[in-house]
Every structure is written in C-alpha cells, then in structure tokens.
C-alpha cells in the first residue's frame, strides 16, 4: 500500500480553519443558525448572517462579529439581490425555517399552511442554494438543514416530514448537480432554541427533562452542537451528497414530545 494511500486529507490532530473563508449563514441570528455563525467565527471564517431582520447592535451587541444582510427566503428576488450584494464566497449553510404554527394540518380546509410551510423551508433552501451557487468559490460547500421529523414522522407534521425529507433530497441531487461542490444536510434532533418558545415555561423544563432521562447522549441538543457539526461539513474535503444526524441518538428510543 503506498504512503500516500495511507494519508487522511484531514489530519485528526488539527482542527482545520477556516481562516481566510467567508461563510453565509441563512437564519444566522438566532438559535442553531447563531450556533453555526459563532462556530465558523471561531474557526476564523469572516461571517456574514442573512435572514429578514437587520439587527442594530445597540440591540443585539452579540452580532458586533458578523456582517449582516436583509433576505426572504420566501421572496426569490430577495434571495437574488442578497446574493449578488454579498458577491464571492466560500460556504452557505441554510437553517432559516418559517415560524412553527404554520404548516397545517392535512385535514385542514385548505392547503394554505402546507404551502406556506413548504414555500418557506423547501423552496427557500432551493432559492437559497440556487442564487449562491454562481457566487461559490472553489472547494465551496451548501450545508442545508432538516430535523428528525424526516425519519420520525408525527401525526399533524406532515408538511414539516415532506419539507425536511425533500431538502435532504435536494441537497443529494445538488452534490451531483454543482459537482464539485460539496452539498449536504444536517439532521439535528431536539436543540433547546427559542424556536421551543412557545412552549409554557414548565413544559419546555419538562420536555428537557425527558430528553435527559432518555436520549443516549443524556441532554438536550445546542446551537453549539449543531455548528460543530456544520464546521466539519465544511471543512472535510471529502463528504458530500450526505445527511447527519447530530440528536444525542433521538433516533435510538421512543419519542418524548
Ligand atoms: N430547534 C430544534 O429543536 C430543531 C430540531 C430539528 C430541526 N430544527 C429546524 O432547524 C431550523 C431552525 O431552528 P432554530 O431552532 O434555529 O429556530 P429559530 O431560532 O426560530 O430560527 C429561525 C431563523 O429563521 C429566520 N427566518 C424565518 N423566516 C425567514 C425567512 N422567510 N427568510 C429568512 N430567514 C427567515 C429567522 O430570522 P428572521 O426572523 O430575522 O427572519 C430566524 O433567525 C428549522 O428549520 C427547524 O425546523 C430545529
């Protein structure tokens, strides 16, 4: 076997930077977004966060690091003018969603929720990969973003199932389509993030609870899990076309919510 057969394109001894990149990241502000910004932040990327509010920093002093750029992922000539403003760059991780409550029931009048929640979290993502591509630069990558409702679905989610299992299906087809460019998913499983807010305080503590009781890695998942996750996606040469599951193995016991 030859030595260089031997090497790893990434030396485990050394954590890869990612000093000189510009990283996007779409839903960057707030929960596993944040987490992804502050990760690449700390792994040297200058980073810029896009999602429809433009945050001053008398009011979120926590994003003095970041550039910032307004963008609708609902709005594809929003998409297209943020990403022609941002010009060049290296990574584009997507973790914007639309609002939980939105997504309707399918027995529901119409189909209005369904289609707004796939509009936003499918065709978002779409719009979002579509209108970066041309701006990527070589060894770029698109981390896209699901949840365990792709694998676990849930009586009333089925809208949420058929966005997160189509994304995951998008980014495969990209892997092939924008080939070099690498293209994957990350799949987390119960993050505490305020997108739990609308939970009563005792029933998110409860929740909590529960997950630590049961899930294998005994707590509930964080931004910062999440953003180490998508550190290595786009820092490892060599995965692409592929999903992670970051749930502290959700996926091993029975569901607690
Ligand atoms: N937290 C969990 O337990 C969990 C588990 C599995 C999967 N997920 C998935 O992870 C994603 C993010 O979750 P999170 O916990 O980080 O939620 P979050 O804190 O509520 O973040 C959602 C982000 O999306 C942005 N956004 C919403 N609508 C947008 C739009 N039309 N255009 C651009 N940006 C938009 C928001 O910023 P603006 O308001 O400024 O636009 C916000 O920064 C969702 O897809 C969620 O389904 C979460």
């Known amino acids: 076997m030859s ?43 200058s980073v810029l966060v896009a999602s429809r509010r433009v945050a001053s920093i008398q009011d979120r002093p926590d994003l003095a690091g970041f550039e910032q750029v307004g963008l609708d992922m609902r709005d594809e000539g929003s998409v297209r003018a943020a990403f022609e ?20 029931n399918f027995m529901d ?6 289609r707004s929640y796939l509009e936003g979290k499918f065709l978002g993502s779409w719009a979002c990969a579509r209108h970066a591509a041309p701006y990527l630069k070589e060894n770029g990558s698109i981390t896209f973003l699901s949840g365990g409702l792709a694998v676990r679905p849930k009586i009333g989610y089925a809208a949420v199932t058929s966005a997160f299992v189509a994304v995951e299906a998008l980014a495969k087809s990209l892997a092939l389509e924008l080939a070099p460019t690498r293209v994957n998913t990350i799949r987390p499983g119960f993050v505490d993030t305020d997108m739990w807010s609308f939970l009563p305080g005792d029933a998110r503590e409860c929740l909590k609870d529960k997950v630590k ?23 490892n040469p060599y995965v692409t076309g592929t999903t992670i599951e970051v749930s502290g193995g959700e996926n091993l016991v029975p569901s607690v919510s």
């Open 85 to 104: 403003a941002i010009g060049a760059f290296d990574h584009l991780v997507v973790t914007a969603a639309p609002d939980l409550g939105t997504w309707g």
């Open 109 to 114: 009048d119409d189909m209005g929720g369904a």
């Open 213 to 235: 009781e049961t899930f294998p890695a005994r707590r509930a998942g964080t931004a910062q899990d999440i953003g180490h996750a998508a550190w290595f996606l786009m820092t």
């Open 3 to 45: 030595a260089a057969f031997n090497q790893p394109a990434v030396s485990a001894s050394t954590s890869p930077s990612l000093s000189g990149k510009k990283v996007v990241v779409v839903g960057g502000k707030t929960g596993i977004g944040l987490g992804v910004a502050r990760a690449a932040l700390a792994a040297g990327a």
